[in-house]
């Protein structure tokens, strides 16, 4: 996985294959993954390869309200899903 990601307050997260513990928990088994942990939060890229596709998981968890921006240079289709939960007063 080629990813680059820019967060316009977080500036520049740097990915690892070394995963924090605290995201060891949520990935998947056999799975190739790369992922960061700091003040801003938590990111997780997971890739499942089968017979002629691969599957890519993210995982994004921010403290505080960002915006991203994904680069990679290898071709896929995107589905996007995102669920959010907001603090009631």
Do not use: W
């Not at 003040?39 to 991203?68: A, C």
């Amino acid at each position: 996985m080629q990813i680059h990601l820019q967060a316009a307050h977080a500036g520049e997260i740097p990915l690892s294959p070394e995963l924090p513990a605290s995201l060891q928990a949520i990935k998947a088994p056999e799975s190739n993954c790369y992922g960061a942990a700091g003040p801003f939060g938590h990111v997780l890229f997971q890739e499942l390869d089968g017979e002629g596709i691969s599957i890519r998981h993210s995982t994004f968890y921010f403290e505080e309200e960002d915006r991203l921006l994904y680069e990679s240079e290898e071709p896929a289709l995107r589905l996007q899903v995102i669920l959010g939960v907001r603090a009631t007063e």
